[in-house]
């Protein structure tokens, strides 16, 4: 009986590990993603025909080797069944860390530590449900809030930004996955095995912090300057 104990959490052991490795292999993946789609989102502040080119740039990259929008869809479909990984990695992980708790017990609470525990879970419920609503909007559905046309990607951006409580939705957005890129580039860092000593626990902070600054900061930009008055028609 001892032995077939070992057996199964060795084995449970090693399901652990990875799930780990493809949550942080997945994350690696969304993270170059949101950094290219950043640069994308910048090109609206050369304008409207140089943003609307970068957009016919995607729909037709890869021609003729690729139809139209091949690329597009060979990139959504890469984003979904990573997305569809991270999430079931995720919730696994989190019920046998709920299970494992036999019973309840007094200890110190680190502030710290719980708050950043209980953001990534609701912290990603929230990006996953702002993604939805912007595959919607700009993808598939094209849902223009203010009510004029769909069909031009700048103009559909500034009329988007134009409503100030779609730009304070897009930015809580992006508060929500500064905070899923700080606290995930130190979770892959660690199940990676990189942070075996103080030097290296420190650089994967500070890498987060970095990615969650230039990230969330730099898809803010757009929104905000389109509600300034910056960035117009």
Known sequence: MATT???????????????????????LLFILFVLLHMYGNLKAFSGHDAYNEYAEHLRTLGEPMLPFEGFLWIQRTTLVVALVVHVYAAATLWRRARGARTQRYVMKKNLASSFSSRWMRWGGLTILLFLIWHLVQFSFGKVNVAGGETNDPYNLLVD???????????LAAMFALGMHLHHGTWSAAQ???????????RNAKSLGWILAVVIAGGFSLVPICV???VITK
């Open 227 to 229: 509600l300034a008055g």
């Open 160 to 170: 988007t930004f134009e409503t100030w409580w779609m730009t304070l939705i897009y």
């Open 5 to 27: 104990t070992l057996v199964r959490d060795a084995r449970a052991s090693r399901s652990t590990i990875t799930l780990k490795l493809l949550m942080a292999a997945s994350g």
């Open 191 to 201: 199940t990676l095995g990189l942070t075996n000593n103080v030097r290296a626990r």
